[in-house]
């Protein structure tokens, strides 16, 4: 039987055993990085970690130059940091994860642009798509007919060809050559 000191002393032990096990735990990434809401001097930048813990995104204009950065110190699951006071029309790269480091990001594949400025004119083209799930010959019509709009370039449908033998619909990225 424990009893007085010797409980207290149990205690003490117990919660500092369960204060390292949860400092041992590293967050991991369950959803995201995601971009929310972009405007021309601002985002928000979310993702979901299978643990509570605090929130970090450093951002900056290269991976290994991210020298901005937001925090918040609750811990919760579903994190959401705005990052304001951005220039309009800028490439920002950045990583996300907490103060125990980054679990995500600081590499070329986590990056967003901020909108121009209201009035901008610019050259743009725009495809809307949602995923209709069915991946059958509609969604393919979609594809071609997009295709078919387009100005000619090098690499154009010759590209999608691969991507029609193996059955994907919309492969990540498809670098055209002028």
Not at 29 to 53: E, K, M
Not at 88 to 102: E, K, L, M
Request: charged content about 20%; aromatic content about 6%; overall charge negative.
């Amino acid at each position: 039987m424990v009893t007085g000191r010797k409980c207290g002393v149990l205690i003490a032990m117990l919660a500092t055993v369960s204060l390292m096990a949860g400092v041992s735990h590293a967050e991991n990434l369950v959803r995201g990085p995601y971009l929310q809401q972009g405007a021309s001097t601002s985002v928000i930048v979310r993702w979901r970690t299978d643990v509570p813990v605090d929130s970090l995104v450093h951002y900056g204009s290269a991976p290994g130059q991210l020298t901005e950065s937001v925090d918040s110190a609750a811990l919760v699951t579903e994190h959401e940091l705005p990052l304001t006071g951005l220039s309009p029309d800028t490439v920002y790269f950045y990583s996300v994860g907490s103060s125990g480091g980054a679990i995500a990001g600081d590499d070329n594949e986590h990056f967003f642009r901020t909108s121009p400025l209201a009035g901008s004119v610019y050259d743009s083209r725009i495809w809307v798509l949602g995923d209709s799930g069915t991946a059958n010959a509609n969604a393919a019509a979609v594809r071609d007919a997009y295709l078919d709009t387009r100005p000619s370039r090098r690499g154009g449908r010759e590209a999608w060809a691969a991507a029609r033998e193996q059955q994907l619909l919309l492969p990540q990225r498809i670098v055209h050559s002028e």
